[in-house]
């Protein structure tokens, strides 16, 4: 696969989706563990559908997340529901690699995305969610400085119990680098 340096970090790097990782992103979208905190995970995910999608993305502000010593891809990111007028933007994230949780990677592409965005995008307004359950999203969110600003109380239902979705937004003037 070709990975390209469309924004560099100190350990890993956004480059453009490839559409030939279709099968290492399919094999990370049907993996419970991974796909427990994304609105994926009572999807079907195969490869041709996968492929589709990542056409898709590949065209958009998605990013994968790969890291710079030896080039292995770990995730994704990328900014959803761009808004140029109003110069606002959703992000979604999430990291694959299960044995790269919890190292911090998650916090630097998100800020490696945040900063492309107010640089070359001309992004003001980032909003991020996260489910109440997810409490290693939640810490990174709020670390980078994403505020909280309203939740939706009992909206997803996991594993026959209902938790709630947090929303959090970040400014581009509170942003640090």
């Not at 279709?22 to 009572?42: G, Q, R």
Request: hydrophobic letters at 30%.
């Amino acid at each position: 696969m070709a990975y390209y340096k469309k924004v560099q970090g100190k350990r890993c790097y956004l480059s453009p989706i490839d559409c030939e990782d279709y099968k290492l992103y399919t094999a990370w979208l049907n993996d419970p563990e991974v796909t427990e905190n994304l609105t994926l995970s009572d999807k079907v995910i195969t490869e041709s559908g996968e492929r589709s999608i990542l056409e898709t993305l590949s065209r958009e502000h998605s990013y994968t997340i790969v890291l710079n010593e030896g080039d292995q891809p770990i995730g994704v990111c990328g900014f959803h529901v761009v808004d140029q007028r109003n110069r606002t933007c959703e992000i979604g994230i999430f990291i694959g690699e299960k044995n790269h949780w919890g190292k911090g990677y998650g916090t630097e592409a998100i800020r490696l995305l945040i900063g492309y965005g107010i640089d070359y995008l001309n992004l003001h307004s980032f909003l991020i969610s996260v489910y109440s359950f997810n409490k290693r999203g939640y810490k990174c969110y709020t670390g980078l400085g994403f505020k909280e600003i309203g939740t939706r109380r009992k909206c997803i239902r996991q594993k026959g119990e209902y938790h709630d979705m947090i929303y959090l937004d970040m400014l581009a003037e509170e942003f640090e680098r």
